[in-house]
């Protein structure tokens, strides 16, 4: 540290002043940083929550077709076992649109638990997304506060120089 006095002021020169210089550069640079980063995964989140909800339509008109189907298949099967009861069908016939019904029910079931598994899916994304965002937050506060308080210790330094005003003529 080296001291020189100029008009009423003490100028100070010292490495440490340069590198808290240098550490608000750093950190400023560390903000702007995380910002942009923060920016760009909002933009992924966004993407991947459109790509999660077209996904859910999708599901969701294959669940109307499938219910459609089942509810056919129903009344094919309670129709025909009227049929069948009068000699009218086969019963190996019948038991092939039983069979055929069945199989109805179970991709029904399969497309409702898919439904539900997308729903769950996008909720945790987003979950995952509002605690990314806290700590990000967290981050950035941390970040701001830092930078503040070393702009206020340098509020009258300019590169490695500081001007500190005496309090009285000595």
Known sequence: TQIARAAGDTL??????????????????????????????????????????????????????????????????????????????????????????AESEKDLSITEKNLESAKLERERMVNERTRQRSDEQAVVQNLKSRIEALQRDLENSRQDHMSIRAPYAA
């Not at 294959?62 to 459609?68: N, P, T, V």
């Open 12 to 101: 100070l020169r010292s490495d440490e002043i340069r590198n808290r210089h240098t550490q608000l550069r750093t950190l400023t640079e560390d903000l702007r940083a995380r910002e942009d980063g923060i920016a760009k995964t909002e933009i992924s989140h966004t993407a991947q929550l459109s790509i999660k909800d077209a996904e859910i339509a999708q599901v969701e008109r294959e669940l109307m077709f499938r219910r459609r189907h089942t509810d056919t298949s129903r009344d094919l099967v309670t129709r025909l076992g009227k049929l069948a009861s009068s000699g009218g069908i086969s019963r190996i016939e019948m038991a092939r649109l039983q069979l055929d019904f």
